[in-house]
């Protein structure tokens, strides 16, 4: 072969690298910067709008104060990982926000990586990525509050793509990444194990798949995912009535009385909140692709059934849970995890046919990517003109505020801050890293009486209705529990505070009281 000369090479180069230009453009390969950059101006916003936490933000503000196998009624997975963060960053809403939104990109960019890897057009990949976008669970919910969901959402992909891997080229190392991502997915939410039997349902209905099952190779999934959930599965067990008894409550608090009744209450809502999560996805397809999207839900390929066959295999787990566990209520974020790959079932549909253009393609992205673009204003939007409509959220109550000016006039740093909820007491713990905060629904957050000495120890709740409020009942009983009954209430203080981005003369209140304990 005749070497190439110096010019020809130069040219063959420049050749070369115009089709791979042109080949990541009309692949739309630019999607996961566009997202990247998109999460850095939601965890700025974030950062900067303000300093208080919602709900699910706050826990692990709380639970962060330590380490444990297991904290409560979810998996610790996610606490463990922000914990690690605290601990290397330090405690603050920036190191929150980061991680998530780091998270969050990895969910939406294991979804591209999914996709090319499963379909044939790899612009499908970038439509099935975007369309996540479309999901007002996922770009909203997930987006403000939700924290062991997003990584569980992570799980389930890499899963999926690992599984896929293997059932098309097999290797030790594959067996092992879904044996360490089915253990991390069950550390994320106890509802993956509806996942992992779906995946198991999926692989053996397909003819490779059987095949990868029975090597023995599998032998090193199943021992990797029982060495990962090992720990907190010995937490779990001596929890169980924790666990159980919050997750079955939880989805069953809708119960009418009877069997025959709560089963229809069941099955209603099932396709109640599937519908919700489905339809505003499921109706952008129809309206851009139209007759090629109706046309594709009866194309058929072999990723496409791989797929269809997991959305199956969990919506008959789910009823069946329904019939045997009787649970009456299913809430968005617990079938979030499932519902999130109908985009993608969708492209493989799409892809499978083969009937859709690049002007559809183009047109389809230009819904999610103005998302994009107004997704950050309306969330920001959401804090800073409350004031107009006299209607606050978590982010607008003035915690800062508070302990700055409870603390400034006492003139002494308190031992412990004691409140009921975590969400009050992730929201004081942000705001005094180095101080312990007990909640009184939290038996673990609780110090001893001998540790407590003589130092002071403030005490806090909030207003209710707008109005100032006396100390709760859960204060008064933690009060007595640890001082004793003879000793008397400290007195109690109310402030009225403005809301961050509020208008007069509306008022946040809360409740305080300081007690300095006789050293024992």
Excluded at 250 to 270: N, P, V, Y
Aim: glycine share 6%; hydrophobic share 50%; with cysteine.
């Amino acid at each position: 072969m005749k070497p190439l000369q110096n010019g020809n090479a130069i040219d063959a180069f420049e050749e070369e690298a115009s089709i791979s230009g042109n080949q990541v453009s009309s692949d739309f390969g630019w999607v996961p910067w566009a997202l990247a950059a998109y999460f850095v101006v939601q965890a700025a916003i974030r950062i900067f709008i303000s300093g208080s936490l919602r709900i699910d933000e706050a826990q692990q503000f709380f639970v962060g104060q330590w380490l444990a196998w297991g904290y409560d009624a979810q998996p610790p997975l996610y606490n463990w990982l922000q914990y690690g963060v605290f601990h290397v960053f330090g405690m603050s809403v920036a190191s929150f926000v980061i991680l998530k939104n780091l998270l969050l990109f990895l969910v939406y960019a294991s979804y591209h990586k999914l996709l090319r890897l499963l379909v044939v057009d790899k612009k499908l990949a970038a439509v099935g990525t975007l369309s996540l976008l479309t999901m007002p669970q996922i770009f909203w919910q997930a987006q403000r509050d939700l924290t062991h969901t997003v990584l569980t959402l992570l799980a389930v992909v890499m899963l999926i793509y690992f599984v896929v891997t293997t059932i098309r080229r097999p290797t030790l190392i594959s067996y092992a990444m879904i044996g360490l991502w089915a253990g991390l997915g069950m550390l994320t939410k106890y509802n993956f194990a509806l996942v992992v039997m779906s995946v198991f349902v999926a692989a053996l209905c397909h003819p490779e798949g059987r095949k990868r099952i029975l090597n023995i190779r599998v032998l090193v999934t199943l021992a990797i995912s029982v060495l990962v959930v090992l720990p907190h599965a010995v937490w779990m067990v001596s929890n169980m009535d924790l666990v159980l008894t919050t997750t079955v409550n939880t989805m069953s608090e809708q119960g009418a009385g009877g069997k025959l009744s709560d089963i229809a209450h069941g099955i209603a809502d099932l396709v109640k909140t599937t519908v919700e999560i489905a339809i505003p996805t499921t109706l952008i397809f129809l309206l851009v692709f139209r007759q090629a999207f109706l046309r594709s839900l009866r194309a058929r390929s072999e990723w496409s059934d791989f797929i269809g066959r997991i959305l199956a295999s969990t919506a008959i787990i789910l009823v069946a849970l329904i019939f045997i566990v009787t649970l009456t209520e299913f809430r968005d974020r617990w079938l979030l995890p499932f519902l999130f790959l109908l985009p993608l079932y969708f492209c493989l549909k799409l892809d499978a046919a083969g009937s859709q253009s690049e002007a559809e393609l183009k047109k389809f992205l230009f819904i999610p990517l103005t998302l994009m673009v107004a997704l950050p204003i309306i969330i920001a939007a959401d804090i800073l003109l409350a004031r107009f409509f006299h209607s606050y959220g978590h982010l607008n109550t003035p915690y800062a505020t508070f302990l700055n000016e409870v603390i400034g006039a006492e003139g002494k740093q308190p031992l412990a801050v004691v409140t009921t909820t975590w969400h009050k007491a992730g929201n004081i713990r942000v705001n005094m890293p180095n101080t312990p905060v007990i909640s009184t629904e939290y038996s673990a957050s609780d110090l001893s009486r001998q540790a407590m000495g003589g130092s002071p120890i403030l005490l806090v709740w909030n207003e209710r209705n707008g109005q100032q409020s006396s100390m709760p009942d859960e204060l008064k009983q933690w009060f007595e529990a640890k001082f004793g009954k003879a000793i008397q209430l400290p007195a109690q203080q109310d402030i009225g505070l403005p809301y961050y981005y509020g208008r007069d003369p509306d008022r946040y209140h809360f409740g305080y009281a300081w007690y300095y304990p006789t050293a024992e």
